[in-house]
């Protein structure tokens, strides 16, 4: 019988099958961090019970550390208690921990890739949403909660009922500064917040075969933002380069290359949903609202509809119906999180903004992914590009995506933001993100004002 990539990783994956009911899933490899993970190693040291397969397991400090001075005892005192209590929770569990200072340290969702953890065919969890980011790979990957956290630990692992399947293909050739973060946010404009749930979706098309391996985990990483269990791309020849030489990357690599080359969906395999899009109708994007879906082409205008969310967004955000975004003032712009901090990202935003300078009304953070990230940008001189526009390149973490850092944007204020969420609070309490690209923040990093990165170059 014909079979899709999810449902081959998935049904190889299942230790025991409840009649009518979840399943009984092993666990390829676990990311940890600071924030998901305290409770759910107290919960194992009151029963007695150590981690499983500690091997299997990768902890780092990412979502709650400072980006800059990481050399210095961390100031805040919640974020030292995370963090002290990680590196507590790994020794006595013989988990391997990535923690400040370690030359791997980063963000999991950055780290776990470019170390070559992160394979085709294994499955993948973490204590957090946007670890669909390895789909990218041909992995099973989704987030999980702090009691599945305890869960994983204890068993390598979880109970879980198979999702639906969803084919989302993106053919043709994609226009000037359409990055695959423009494809992502233009896919949820047209299917919702929540047009994914119950799913989990396989890209496909010529559009997403064209992609760097890392501008198909900005892809995946945001798989969740349309409500889908997570999100996967088939393994192909990018792939198989991108993870060549890698720190973990198998010793055997040619002959597990053949077998990750039968990771792919068969052609008369059924998806329960299927949609297709052109790439020629995609444009350079700009979210309006308070969630990812709340996005238009930066040459349309906000939409003009009767809905209560959509007055409650605009309220908040302080636009008008019908308005365009194109000449906004903005106060902050951040390149950085999970979604767009890699060196890919980088590379573009500084293609753009080398030998100009910042608007004066602008402050601007740069927070690199992963330790290797910040190294390789400072090989490659873009923390002097950066110094000479008037920014500056910080250290790792997930810094402002989410606010619970020391990274905060202050209430009112604009920030157009590389991240994955503009929930309202997600970036500081009263804080208005507009989402973007990389080639968009630099755009508005340099003008002071939100504008069609097409026009600068």
Same mark, same amino acid.
């Given at each position: 019988m014909?079979?899709?990539?999810?449902?081959?990783i998935?049904?190889?994956?299942?230790?025991?099958?409840?009649?009518?009911?979840?399943?009984?899933?092993?666990?390829?490899?676990?990311?940890?961090?600071?924030?998901?993970?305290?409770?759910?190693?107290?919960?194992?040291?009151?029963?007695?019970?150590?981690?499983?397969r500690?091997?299997?397991?990768?902890?780092?400090?990412?979502?709650?550390?400072?980006?800059?001075?990481?050399?210095?005892?961390?100031?805040?005192?919640l974020?030292?208690?995370?963090?002290?209590?990680?590196?507590?929770?790994?020794?006595?569990?013989?988990?391997?921990l990535?923690?400040?200072?370690?030359?791997?340290?980063?963000?999991?969702?950055?780290?776990?890739?470019?170390?070559?953890?992160?394979?085709?065919?294994?499955?993948i969890?973490?204590?957090?949403?946007?670890t669909?980011?390895?789909?990218?790979?041909?992995?099973?990957?989704?987030?999980?909660?702090?009691?599945?956290?305890?869960?994983?630990?204890?068993?390598?692992?979880?109970?879980?009922?198979?999702?639906?399947?969803?084919?989302?293909?993106?053919?043709?050739?994609?226009?000037?500064?359409?990055?695959?973060?423009?494809?992502?946010?233009?896919?949820i404009?047209?299917?919702?917040t929540s047009?994914?749930t119950?799913?989990f979706?396989?890209?496909?098309?010529?559009?997403?075969?064209?992609?760097?391996?890392?501008?198909?985990?900005?892809?995946?990483?945001?798989?969740i933002?349309?409500?889908?269990?997570?999100?996967?791309?088939?393994p192909?020849?990018?792939?198989f380069?991108?993870?060549?030489?890698?720190?973990?990357?198998?010793?055997?690599f040619?002959?597990?290359?053949?077998?990750?080359?039968?990771?792919?969906?068969?052609?008369?395999?059924?998806?329960?949903?299927e949609?297709?899009?052109?790439?020629?109708?995609?444009?350079?994007?700009?979210?309006?609202?308070?969630?990812?879906?709340?996005?238009? +082409?930066?040459?349309?205008?906000v939409?003009?509809?009767?809905?209560?969310?959509?007055?409650?967004?605009?309220?908040?955000m302080?636009?008008?119906?019908?308005?365009?975004? +194109?000449?906004?003032?903005?106060?902050?712009?951040f390149?950085?999180?999970?979604?767009?901090?890699?060196?890919?990202?980088?590379?573009?935003?500084?293609?753009?903004?080398?030998?100009?300078?910042?608007?004066?009304?602008?402050t601007?953070?740069?927070v690199?992914?992963?330790?290797?990230?910040?190294?390789?940008?400072?090989?490659?001189?873009?923390?002097?590009?950066? +110094?000479?526009?008037?920014?500056?390149?910080?250290?790792?973490?997930?810094?402002?995506?989410?606010?619970?850092?020391?990274?905060?944007?202050?209430?009112?204020?604009y920030?157009?933001?590389?991240?994955?969420?503009?929930?309202?609070?997600r970036?500081?309490?009263?804080?208005?993100?507009?989402?973007?690209?990389?080639?968009?923040?630099?755009?508005?990093?340099?003008?002071?004002?939100?504008?069609?990165?097409?026009?600068?170059?």
């Amino acid at each position: 019988m014909a079979t899709t990539l999810f449902d081959k990783i998935w049904d190889a994956h299942v230790v025991q099958a409840i009649e009518n009911g979840p399943q009984v899933i092993y666990i390829d490899k676990h990311f940890i961090h600071e924030v998901t993970t305290p409770q759910a190693f107290a919960g194992l040291d009151k029963r007695g019970i150590k981690v499983c397969r500690p091997k299997q397991t990768i902890a780092t400090a990412d979502h709650n550390v400072p980006t800059k001075d990481q050399n210095l005892p961390i100031k805040e005192k919640l974020s030292r208690h995370q963090v002290d209590t990680l590196i507590e929770n790994c020794k006595n569990h013989g988990v391997e921990l990535y923690g400040l200072g370690h030359p791997f340290q980063g963000i999991v969702h950055v780290i776990g890739p470019e170390l070559g953890i992160t394979q085709p065919g294994i499955t993948i969890v973490c204590g957090d949403s946007h670890t669909s980011t390895h789909g990218a790979f041909g992995a099973i990957a989704f987030g999980i909660g702090t009691s599945e956290v305890e869960q994983v630990l204890a068993t390598q692992c979880i109970l879980q009922t198979k999702p639906k399947k969803m084919r989302i293909t993106v053919d043709g050739v994609l226009g000037k500064g359409v990055t695959s973060k423009d494809i992502i946010l233009y896919i949820i404009s047209k299917i919702s917040t929540s047009g994914g749930t119950g799913y989990f979706v396989e890209y496909a098309g010529s559009a997403i075969q064209s992609l760097s391996m890392e501008a198909r985990m900005t892809i995946c990483n945001m798989s969740i933002e349309m409500g889908a269990r997570g999100g996967i791309i088939a393994p192909d020849e990018t792939t198989f380069a991108y993870l060549k030489g890698r720190e973990f990357s198998p010793t055997d690599f040619d002959a597990v290359v053949e077998k990750w080359k039968t990771l792919k969906t068969d052609e008369e395999a059924i998806f329960d949903k299927e949609y297709t899009f052109d790439a020629a109708d995609i444009e350079p994007m700009i979210t309006y609202g308070t969630n990812p879906a709340m996005g238009i +082409k930066i040459s349309d205008t906000v939409p003009a509809n009767d809905d209560a969310g959509l007055e409650k967004a605009l309220q908040y955000m302080d636009f008008q119906k019908g308005q365009s975004l +194109k000449g906004k003032e903005i106060d902050y712009v951040f390149l950085g999180s999970c979604t767009n901090s890699r060196m890919e990202d980088f590379r573009q935003f500084c293609s753009l903004v080398k030998g100009k300078q910042k608007a004066p009304n602008v402050t601007v953070w740069v927070v690199p992914g992963s330790k290797q990230v910040e190294q390789q940008a400072i090989a490659e001189g873009l923390d002097i590009i950066l +110094k000479e526009a008037g920014m500056e390149l910080r250290e790792p973490g997930c810094s402002a995506c989410l606010g619970m850092n020391e990274d905060k944007i202050p209430a009112g204020k604009y920030c157009v933001s590389t991240s994955n969420r503009n929930f309202e609070g997600r970036q500081g309490q009263g804080a208005r993100t507009l989402l973007a690209s990389p080639l968009m923040a630099a755009a508005a990093a340099i003008t002071g004002k939100i504008t069609d990165v097409r026009e600068l170059m």
